[in-house]
């Protein structure tokens, strides 16, 4: 009740004369009052500034040192893109081109004659299939003969010279009692520069 009564008869104007209690009482409270004010009028604003730049330092320190690594990994890239380069090159060099597909069909051919086989269909078909860069051809191949005759064939025509694939291969028994192999087997062939331009302008048109 005192107390109260001595608040009432504090004089702002006079605050030098206060008694010390309730003078540290206020600057306690002038003290805290600045604080606040401070931190939401400029350490607010200040400190979220600093939290956006401890996070840009993070991404930089990242970045650099991803970017470290990579010009520490750069000879072994570069070593590397060398020898993807020479597997590429070397298999495009089993591709043959236009002159070589009629010598490359009759190759496959004499593979199956050649280990005994019967043909009973050999067709090409009619139209190639064009890709970013090759063009592959797919041949109905049907052959007759014994296990180990076909498994040599399927042997020879792995070991050609030039790239052909045997797929969707189905083997029977057939009437006679031999084996019938049905397959498609795959030639391709690069495309020269002016069929990889026509190719190039019928995929910008399609699109």
């Not at 380069?85 to 043959?96: A, M």
């Not at 006679?176 to 192999?181: H, I, R």
């Given at each position: 009740?005192?107390l109260?009564i001595?608040?009432r008869?504090l004089?702002?104007?006079?605050?030098?004369n206060?008694?010390?209690?309730?003078?540290?009482?206020?600057?306690?409270i002038?003290?805290i009052?600045i604080?606040i004010?401070?931190?939401?009028?400029v350490w607010?604003?200040q400190?979220?500034?600093?939290?956006?730049a401890?996070?840009?330092?993070?991404?930089l320190?990242t970045t650099y040192?991803?970017?470290k690594?990579?010009?520490?990994?750069?000879s072994a890239?570069?070593?590397?893109?060398?020898?993807v380069?020479?597997?590429?090159n070397t298999?495009?060099k089993?591709l043959?081109?236009?002159?070589?597909m009629e010598a490359l069909?009759?190759?496959?051919?004499?593979?199956g004659?050649g280990r005994?086989l019967q043909f009973e269909?050999?067709?090409?078909?009619?139209?190639?299939?064009n890709?970013?860069?090759y063009a592959?051809?797919p041949?109905s191949?049907?052959v007759?003969?014994?296990?180990h005759?076909?498994?040599a064939?399927?042997s020879?025509?792995a070991?050609?010279p030039?790239?052909?694939?045997?797929?969707?291969i189905?083997?029977t028994l057939?009437n006679?009692?031999?084996?019938?192999?049905d397959?498609?087997?795959?030639?391709?062939?690069?495309?020269?520069?002016?069929e990889?331009a026509k190719?190039?302008?019928?995929q910008?048109?399609?699109?």
């Amino acid at each position: 009740m005192n107390l109260l009564i001595e608040l009432r008869q504090l004089d702002i104007n006079n605050a030098g004369n206060w008694p010390v209690a309730f003078k540290v009482s206020a600057l306690i409270i002038l003290f805290i009052a600045i604080i606040i004010a401070g931190y939401f009028l400029v350490w607010e604003e200040q400190i979220e500034a600093l939290k956006n730049a401890q996070a840009q330092e993070e991404t930089l320190r990242t970045t650099y040192l991803a970017k470290k690594k990579s010009a520490v990994n750069l000879s072994a890239l570069r070593q590397r893109m060398k020898d993807v380069k020479q597997s590429l090159n070397t298999l495009f060099k089993q591709l043959p081109d236009k002159s070589e597909m009629e010598a490359l069909l009759v190759d496959i051919n004499q593979a199956g004659l050649g280990r005994g086989l019967q043909f009973e269909l050999f067709k090409p078909a009619a139209n190639e299939i064009n890709n970013a860069f090759y063009a592959e051809l797919p041949i109905s191949v049907r052959v007759v003969g014994s296990y180990h005759d076909i498994g040599a064939f399927a042997s020879d025509i792995a070991q050609l010279p030039r790239i052909v694939t045997l797929n969707n291969i189905s083997i029977t028994l057939g009437n006679d009692g031999k084996l019938v192999l049905d397959a498609i087997a795959k030639t391709f062939r690069y495309l020269d520069e002016e069929e990889v331009a026509k190719a190039g302008g019928r995929q910008t048109g399609g699109k």
